[in-house]
């Protein structure tokens, strides 16, 4: 017997479920966003174990540890290559005091000119800002100490995470269908596999779109003769992926590190470069390789990066879209969930309620027409 409830009692239950969500996406921040990535990773990297188990004829447990050091390889290889470069940065460091210090003379001289302030007056103003600026910088320091001993901590996670995952697929599969009656065995495995294509797919289109990126960018920067252009493009390549935000901090990134190391004349030619390669993989790169994978609508993109920032900040906006796809993918197949997978979506076809929503909009649209009609016979006579 098919129970309907009211409309308060489900939106009730919704906004409940919202916080107690949220709560316990707050409180569990260090052990569920490892366990986000591993899921993510483990399900790239199920190809190559079914090419090792199947083709190789690996054990199971063999083919999961070959996978899960593969992907931390990778990952630490960019890393240390990263490393390099800032260290590299680390001893241009004089540099970019002289520079700091000749654009602030210059600053302060027309600041005198233009406003008549003088020096005197212009150093108090400094010194005060400065010893804001060390207590902040100190925090600051603090937080960056802080915050490598949580990469290397969340990167630990994220191996075991991916190596168990892999490991335990099928286990974890047969707990799912058994999770749910036999009339809806189908539909579960139809949204574990639709989950299993999109993510593999998104995040092999993903990579992709950053190699791209990376290197039109070191192509630029090495033609406009920066220093550090492999770090700059490797920034570039990986802050892209982050929508609408990336692009801004690639920018402002590259031009403080070009204004310190090059001067200001190569600044320009830095933004133009960024903004047409930002314009290429919008246009070109990002709808042929990544859009077709995913498509949420940009509304729901611009939330759900706020939301993962305040939740689990940085990591949280790279882990957004593949969270949102799993959840349309999941609202677009369950009875009752569908208008959200709508919301998030960008078709505008929606077949639980095309027929009525075409009548009623085309019916609106005769009676706005013919009161447009009225209106203009009226005026003529």
């Known amino acids: 017997m098919n129970q309907t409830y009211p409309f308060y009692l489900k939106l009730s239950c919704i906004l409940i479920s919202i916080v107690i969500l949220g709560f316990l996406a707050i409180i569990g921040q260090q052990i569920l966003v490892p366990m986000v990535l591993g899921l993510l990773i483990a399900i790239l990297l199920m190809p190559m174990c079914r090419f090792m188990e199947n083709k190789l004829r690996f054990p199971r447990g063999l083919s999961s540890i070959l996978a899960s050091i593969f992907a931390l390889a990778v990952i630490g290889a960019i890393i240390y290559l ?7 940065l680390a001893n241009d460091w004089p540099q970019f005091q002289k520079q700091f210090t000749d654009l602030v003379d210059n600053l302060q001289s027309w600041i005198s000119r233009t406003f008549g302030v003088r020096r005197r007056d212009q150093l108090e103003y400094m010194n005060d800002t400065l010893k804001k600026s060390i207590s902040t910088g100190t925090a600051i320091l603090e937080k960056t100490l802080t915050s490598v001993g949580y990469v290397l901590m969340l990167t630990g996670f994220t ?7 892999l490991l335990y697929r ?4 047969k707990f799912l269908v058994a999770s749910f009656t036999e009339t809806h ?3 579960v495995f139809e949204i574990v596999e639709n989950i299993q294509f999109m993510v593999k797919k998104y995040l092999v289109g993903l ?3 950053m190699i791209i990126v990376t290197i039109l960018s070191f192509i630029a920067y090495t033609v406009i003769g920066v220093k550090y252009n492999f770090m700059l493009a490797i920034l570039t390549g990986i802050l892209n992926i982050l929508p609408y935000i990336g692009i801004f901090t690639a920018l402002l990134i590259g031009a403080l590190i070009t204004f310190a190391t090059s001067g200001i004349s190569h600044v320009l030619f830095i933004v133009i470069a960024i903004v047409v390669i930002h ?3 919008g246009n070109i790169i990002m709808p042929r390789v990544v859009g077709s994978k995913v498509k949420i609508n940009s509304l729901i993109v611009i939330i759900g990066l706020v939301v993962g920032e305040m939740l689990w900040g940085i990591a949280g906006m790279f882990l957004t879209i593949p969270v949102l796809a799993i959840l349309k993918i999941i609202f677009d197949r369950v009875e009752g969930l569908q208008s959200w997978g709508f919301l998030m979506g960008e078709d505008d076809e929606v077949p639980v309620f095309k027929s009525t929503f075409d009548k009623y909009f085309y019916t609106k649209k005769a009676k706005v027409d013919k009161i447009i009609a009225d209106s203009d016979n009226e005026t003529q006579e």
């Open 159 to 165: 191996f075991l995470f991916t190596l168990f995952f």
């Open 207 to 209: 990579f992709l779109q």
């Open 82 to 88: 990263m490393s390099i470069e800032v260290a590299k």
């Open 185 to 187: 065995h189908k539909t």
């Open 279 to 281: 314009a290429i993989d």
């Open 170 to 173: 099928t286990h974890i599969l």
